[in-house]
């Protein structure tokens, strides 16, 4: 299915989420829909709910290297932890993923959350 673009989907989605989570939180003092960690951890936990994977750091990074070259290939180990080759594994789930995000995408995602190397 295509990307819904419209504003009106935008609006009635994130936007009313947006706006429905503070009113609660100023009124009750909570977050209806959960709070994600602070720093590299929420980072995390996002990525992990966008791919679809657990908040798992080797998996994320793993997940994020594969969807940030331009094709993917069925010989290579897939990157849930399995063992197996994405061929007989993950692979329809990596092809849906490589078509929402983007090989650039993905390697910004992935550099976020890989310790940079020392000059
Ligand atoms: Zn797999």
């Given at each position: 299915?295509a990307?819904?673009?419209r504003?009106?989907?935008?609006?009635?989605?994130p936007?009313?989420?947006y706006?429905?989570?503070q009113?609660?939180f100023?009124?009750?003092?909570?977050?209806?829909?959960?709070e994600r960690?602070?720093?590299i951890?929420?980072?995390?936990?996002?990525y992990?709910?966008?791919?679809?994977?657990?908040?798992?750091a080797k998996?994320?990074?793993?997940?994020?290297?594969?969807?940030?070259r331009?094709?993917l290939k069925?010989?290579?180990?897939c990157?849930?932890g399995?063992?197996?080759?994405?061929?007989?594994c993950?692979?329809?789930?990596?092809?849906?993923l490589s078509?929402r995000i983007?090989?650039?995408?993905?390697?910004?995602?992935?550099?976020?959350?890989t310790?940079r190397?020392?000059a």
């Open positions: 299915m990307p819904d673009h504003f009106e989907t935008f609006l009635t989605g936007m009313h989420d706006f429905v989570s009113t609660h100023e009124v009750n003092g909570t977050w209806p829909y959960g960690s602070h720093g951890l929420g980072v995390l936990e996002s992990a709910d966008l791919l679809g994977v657990p908040p798992d998996i994320i990074t793993d997940y994020l290297h594969l969807l940030s331009q094709k069925g010989h290579a180990l990157p849930c399995s063992g197996k080759r994405l061929r007989d993950h692979s329809d789930d990596l092809r849906r078509q983007p090989s650039f995408m993905a390697k910004r995602m992935h550099a976020t959350i310790p190397k020392a």
